[in-house]
């Protein structure tokens, strides 16, 4: 079983930075995709960057420019860091992780913007 557990989000004012860390566990012999995904109330869950083993990286067009995903394959542990974070981008920040060929998702972590 692989486990994901998400850690880093919190309440902060428009402008200001978060960084959110989602570390895997458990039985992994590979881990390709690693990526973050949010959802805020009412709406879908959306893509917000995604980083391959190789260190390739995508970004929705929403982010770029101020959000950076990166990855310690040491530590099978994906990062994210916001900066210039505004109030739309209040959401449930979910990990997610292709390991072993199969899906995991973390349990959320709320990231709150105040303006």
């Known amino acids: 079983q692989v486990q994901l557990v998400e850690s880093g989000g919190g309440l902060v004012q428009a402008g200001g930075s978060l960084r959110l860390s989602c570390a895997a566990s458990?039985?992994?012999?590979?881990?390709?995709?690693m990526g973050w995904y949010r959802q805020a109330p009412g709406k879908q869950r959306e893509l917000v960057a995604s980083i391959t083993s190789g260190g390739s990286t995508n970004y929705a067009d929403s982010v770029k420019d101020r959000f950076i995903i990166s990855r310690d394959n040491a530590k099978n542990t994906v990062y994210l860091q916001m900066n210039s974070l505004k109030p739309e981008d209040t959401a449930v920040y979910y990990c997610?992780?292709?390991?072993?060929?199969?899906?995991?998702w973390g349990q959320g972590t709320q990231v709150t913007v105040s303006s």
């Open positions: 997610k992780a292709r390991v072993n060929y199969r899906d995991y």
């Open positions: 458990g039985s992994i012999l590979s881990i390709h995709v």
